[in-house]
């Protein structure tokens, strides 16, 4: 069955900078697009970009521009997505998501397990 | 951006009810709306895309319908694995947006 394996859990002081990974296997990794979801303790789901894994094209909600950087490597068939500036909110569980492609406007049809990062002086 | 708003936020029912979830978006986004189901400590799972079509391995109890600002997610006779927060999502525009959930728990 695909796959998307995440990496562990985080924690980072205020400021400071997290990379979260996200491993594709069993299906071909330049098939499918990466989002990236968050998700705060008992809050809702929060988009926060996708990045084709064909063509490296990218899309930032606004919210992170500036903060955010999504990339892949088709080597290894891993995405990555570092957040820099952090602070307490950005506390939450990070999911990578899978979608098509050639638009960032597509379900997400299979999900990593999901990375806690915690925020804490 | 377009907001979604889910109703009810909680939903308590009992095991085989037939419960229907709301999804309002403030404006219109033709078909492109999708469902998820997410259990506690657990990433979602895609249950429905273009509003009606079930994805892949779904149980035929899960349907969805609407278009443009309105839509349902019907579960037609629940079953014990079903409780759990569901959410859903616009695919039409950018920034991809999602409601804020219904909590669906046992009566």
């Known amino acids: 069955q695909d796959k998307l394996v995440q990496s562990g859990a985080e924690v980072k002081k205020p400021g400071a900078s997290v990379k979260v990974s996200c491993k594709a296997s069993r299906y071909t990794f330049t098939s499918y697009g990466i989002s990236w979801v968050r998700q705060a303790p008992g809050q809702g789901l929060e988009w926060m970009g996708w990045?084709?894994?064909?063509?490296?094209?990218?899309k930032y909600a606004q919210k992170f521009q500036g903060r955010v950087t999504m990339t892949t490597d088709t080597s290894t068939s891993t995405a990555s997505m570092e957040l820099g500036s952090l602070r307490s909110d950005d506390t939450a569980v990070y999911y990578c998501?899978?979608?098509?492609?050639?638009?960032?406007?597509?379900?997400?049809?299979?999900w990593g397990q999901g990375t806690l990062v915690t925020v804490s002086s | 951006d377009i907001q979604l708003t889910q109703s009810p936020s909680f939903l308590s029912a009992s095991v085989g009810d037939r419960v229907t979830i709301t999804c309002r978006a403030s404006q219109g986004i033709s078909s492109y709306l999708a469902w998820y189901q997410q259990k506690p400590g657990k990433a979602p799972k895609l249950l429905i895309y273009?509003?009606?079509t079930l994805q892949s391995g779904v149980p035929s109890r899960f349907s969805g319908s609407g278009s443009g600002t309105e839509f349902t997610l019907t579960i037609s006779s629940l079953q014990p694995e079903d409780f759990a927060t569901y959410y859903c999502q616009q695919l039409n525009s950018y920034p991809i947006t999602f409601g804020q959930g219904t909590r669906l728990e046992i009566k």
């Open positions: 998501a899978r979608g098509q492609v050639g638009s960032m406007l597509s379900p997400f049809d299979h």
């Open positions: 990045i084709s894994t064909y063509n490296g094209h990218i």
């Open positions: 273009a509003a009606s």
